[in-house]
């Protein structure tokens, strides 16, 4: 099992969220935690399962302009 952290900016997340949901949906995985926090900040965690949909997924996150993904074994 492998966690999948995203984080962007609250301008970021306005201009591509759909991008990055429509990526979200073609891994098989389960959304754990999806955050606003106080300065505007987007943060969110996905479990998956095999590590290349991990390492796809970030990869594919880190191609959205402001956006960052790392994955880490559970």
Request: charged fraction near 30%; aromatic fraction near 12%.
């Given at each position: ?27 098989p995985?389960?959304?754990t ?21 991990a ?7 880190q ?9 880490e074994?559970?």
């Amino acid at each position: 099992m492998w966690l999948v952290t995203i984080t962007c900016s609250s301008e970021t997340w306005k201009r591509l969220s759909s991008d990055f949901l429509a990526i979200a949906d073609k891994y098989p995985g389960t959304c754990t935690s999806s955050k606003k926090m106080p300065d505007g900040k987007r943060f969110m965690e996905y479990k998956i399962e095999d590590v290349g949909d991990a390492e796809a997924f970030q990869d594919e996150c880190q191609n959205l302009e402001g956006f960052t993904a790392v994955f880490e074994s559970l």
